[in-house]
């Protein structure tokens, strides 16, 4: 069992209707038919939502992927349609709502891995391969891969595990066209923000995608949800990388380690819902989220 320590109720709008409340995300759709995106400050692990919250994790979360879809507008067209706050809105929903299209969403998370790690390594261990893709012999956590790889997996619902997928299996779900389409979008998305990050000094090890389509299956791909955050990307300061072991992290990962330390008196193995946070474990990922903010962009967070 996993999911929700305590499943937040939704904020209720006048002219908005609540439409689902995701790990991070409450989704909202207005009178117009447009979705209304509001990211909280949840933070997740072990595919639990954790009973604390991170402090402006949400508009970190909003304001990076609105840097990153200006940076990559040429590549890939985006859902945005509108940061203006809705009428009756929340004042602290500012900078963390965005207005959006309703996408027709192409139910595939699309990964590009640049580096060896995480899920991908441990399939590479077991059979050389990640994803049905055969890798040379050799690679260890953290290794560079020749070149970048798509590794599909098909969403899960809350507090479930994606599965990772072969290119042939998401041919078989959405189309050939369509898988085409999604490779060929997530590879080359990923590989500007990979130089993008490398000139600041930072590595996008790996980082996933969600594509849905604005009208018929023969119109462009859109990028939707977030997009390369620390919550959907793996960042490693570059001049800290040394393959062999886990790399330090610009992500969730102080909590990571501290939900498995013995100080959390947390059994991962157990049906019990995590504990809360202690304060320097809040404010050390909280620093960390801002910290990937400004190294990525060169602007000061406030």
């Keep these: 069992m996993s999911g929700f320590v305590e499943k937040p109720e939704p904020i209720q709008v006048p002219g908005l209707v609540h439409l689902h409340t995701g790990k991070v995300r409450e ?53 945005v349609l509108s940061t203006e706050l809705p009428d009756g809105a929340p004042a602290d929903w ?19 891995r640049g580096y060896l790690t995480g899920s991908g390594l441990a399939e590479y261990e077991e059979t050389r391969t990640v994803c ?40 078989r779900q959405v189309g050939a066209d369509t898988a085409a389409a999604l490779r060929q979008a997530t590879l080359a998305v990923y590989a500007r923000a990979r130089d993008i990050a490398r000139d600041r000094g930072v590595i996008l090890a790996d980082t996933k995608f969600e594509f849905g389509f604005a009208g018929g299956s023969g119109e462009d791909l859109v990028l939707a949800d977030e997009v390369l955050t620390p919550d959907s990307s793996r960042f490693w300061p570059a001049d800290q990388w040394q393959p062999g072991r886990a790399q330090p992290s610009y992500d969730k990962q102080f909590v990571r380690d501290w939900l498995t330390s013995p100080e959390s008196g947390w059994d991962r193995g157990s049906e019990q819902p995590p504990p809360a946070l202690p304060q320097q474990v809040v404010d050390a990922t909280r620093a960390k989220y801002v910290e990937a903010y400004e190294r990525l962009t060169g602007l000061s967070w406030s």
């Excluded at 400050?41 to 979360?61: C, H, N, Q």
């Excluded at 500012?94 to 590009?112: D, F």
């Excluded at 690679?139 to 098909?154: H, K, M, R």
């Design 94 to 112: 500012e900078g963390r709502a965005l207005v959006c299209k309703s996408l027709r969403m192409v139910p595939v998370e699309c990964v590009a």
């Design 132 to 171: 049905g893709l055969a890798l040379p012999e050799g690679l260890i956590d953290g290794s560079e891969l020749p070149a970048p790889i798509f590794t599909p997996a098909t969403k899960a619902e809350v507090g479930e595990h994606d599965e990772n997928v072969s290119y042939e299996e998401v041919a």
């Design 27 to 79: 989704l909202y759709r207005n009178e117009a038919g447009d979705l209304v995106m509001v990211a909280s400050d949840r933070m997740s692990a072990y595919d639990w939502v954790l009973p604390t919250e991170i402090p402006d994790k949400g508009r970190v979360l909003t304001q990076l992927s609105l840097w990153w879809f200006d940076q990559l507008a040429d590549l890939a067209p985006n859902h």
